[in-house]
């Protein structure tokens, strides 16, 4: 289809896509979405996030870096599920040289706005701790003091 110049839009790019997590060939699929980025086609975020989060599982993080950078410059606006999941990948591999660089790079980017109880919360969940009183109470006590008050809720 690249070969005679014509393109199916997104719609013929993501079974692909698809069928190259399910087989965990994350380097292959990083590769697609570069091809796919630019033919000018653009993913949608759950594309990315499912395919980071493959990378991930696989521990292939140089892919998931990949895919995170390919995924802002697309300018795709919900980039923070993406980084928690890198980020805690990272965390839970010991990766630390990759962290402190990525942190780094997403750091220069307004775009990606974490905060540490968002990191806090997520790690809590990928660990399947169970909260208590007192980790409601932290949050809360966290959430006020930013003046985050209806953060809270959401």
């Not at 928690?84 to 630390?96: A, K, S, V």
Request: glycine content about 8%; some cysteine; proline content about 3%.
């Amino acid at each position: 289809m690249d070969a005679q110049g014509g393109s199916g839009g997104i719609g013929v790019y993501v079974p692909i896509l698809k069928a190259y997590c399910k087989e965990n060939r994350t380097a292959e699929a990083t590769q697609l979405v570069k091809e796919i980025s630019n033919s000018g086609v653009q993913l949608d975020v759950e594309t990315y996030k499912a395919l980071i989060e493959a990378s991930m599982t696989k521990h292939d993080f140089v892919s998931a870096l990949t895919l995170f950078r390919d995924m802002r410059e697309t300018r795709v606006t919900d980039l923070k599920g993406s980084y928690l999941t890198i980020m805690t990948g990272l965390l839970e591999n010991q990766r630390p040289e990759l962290m402190a660089s990525f942190v780094e790079e997403v750091l220069e980017n307004p775009r990606v706005e974490v905060k540490s109880h968002d990191w806090t919360f997520r790690r809590m969940v990928f660990l399947r701790y169970e909260p208590n009183h007192q980790t409601y109470l932290s949050f809360i006590n966290g959430y006020v003091s930013c003046e985050k008050y209806f953060g809270i809720f959401g």
